[in-house]
């Protein structure tokens, strides 16, 4: 009978997620709600081409749906928290959760937000984004290399007890 045997790594792995994903929601949260406002949403809208007039009819539910993605993500991160419990389905769900997030800057986030970002806030109204996008995709690379390694979730060994 085989079971999931925890490793010296298997700890170290869901404690790393965890404090991860309380920066995660944090980044996330100050991203959302404070580096994402109307004035910024219309001044990217501005840099991709649009008109003042145009931004300024488009940037209001542009803001909302941004704010909604962002609450997703929020809760998705919070969920990270978990992990020391050690359950499988916590896995997954961070795994998924840090792989969105990490698109951002992939393609997912067009340029002309960034730049607005830069404009009005100067470097540190990248700084959310590059902490949690950029951190996503480290903690998506350690989950995965993790997972290659042992086989199972949480850096668990798929051998049986006393081998």
Do not use: C
Request: proline share 7%; net charge neutral; no cysteine.
């Amino acid at each position: 009978m085989t079971t999931n045997v925890p490793t010296p790594w298997t700890r170290r792995l869901q404690l790393l997620t965890a404090a991860a994903s309380a920066v995660f929601t944090l980044g996330t949260a100050l991203q959302t709600f404070l580096i994402i406002n109307l004035e910024m949403i219309e001044h990217s809208m501005r840099l991709a081409g649009l008109s003042a007039e145009e931004a300024a009819g488009a940037a209001p539910g542009l803001l909302t749906f941004l704010r909604g993605v962002g609450g997703v993500f929020i809760a998705g991160n919070a969920l990270g928290l978990l992990a020391p419990r050690g359950w499988t389905w916590v896995f997954w769900v961070v795994l998924a959760v840090n792989l969105g997030q990490a698109a951002g800057p992939f393609g997912m986030i067009p340029p002309e937000v960034y730049e607005a970002s830069l404009d009005l806030y100067g470097p540190a109204g990248l700084l959310p984004t590059a902490v949690t996008d950029g951190g996503a995709a480290l903690l998506v690379i350690v989950l995965l290399v993790s997972l290659a390694v042992f086989r199972r979730p949480w850096a668990r060994s798929p051998y049986e007890k006393g081998r």
